[in-house]
């Protein structure tokens, strides 16, 4: 989290909270904060790397919005714990 607000693009395993924080980047609509793999295998990491990196090489104008996207992003203890909140409200009143 502290990286994506200094510019760098994240290639996370899709777990946790990264799952969530990490908005996995969509070509075709130019928008996402980063590159997600859904399995612990390395086949899977290399094939996000490379999404990555093509992106950089190929697109660079979409990468430097990647990199702004994270920046700009609100990943404040205070949104984190309202959305925890809302969870929580909606858990009670589903029963």
Request: net charge negative; no cysteine; proline share 3%.
């Given at each position: 989290l502290y990286?994506?607000?200094?510019?760098?693009?994240?290639?996370?395993?899709?777990?946790?909270?990264?799952?969530?924080?990490?908005?996995p980047y969509?070509?075709?609509?130019?928008?996402?904060?980063?590159?997600?793999?859904?399995?612990?295998?390395?086949?899977?990491?290399?094939?996000?790397?490379?999404?990555?990196?093509?992106?950089?090489?190929?697109?660079?104008?979409?990468?430097?919005?990647?990199?702004?996207?994270?920046?700009?992003?609100?990943?404040?203890?205070?949104?984190?714990?309202?959305?925890?909140?809302?969870?929580?409200?909606?858990?009670?009143y589903s029963?």
């Amino acid at each position: 989290l502290y990286a994506m607000r200094y510019g760098t693009v994240p290639v996370v395993h899709a777990v946790g909270g990264l799952r969530e924080t990490v908005k996995p980047y969509n070509p075709h609509t130019k928008e996402g904060t980063g590159w997600q793999f859904d399995e612990a295998k390395t086949n899977k990491f290399q094939e996000a790397m490379g999404w990555a990196l093509d992106t950089y090489r190929e697109d660079r104008d979409s990468f430097q919005k990647i990199q702004l996207s994270g920046m700009t992003q609100d990943l404040s203890w205070g949104l984190a714990a309202e959305r925890y909140e809302e969870k929580l409200i909606e858990a009670k009143y589903s029963w």
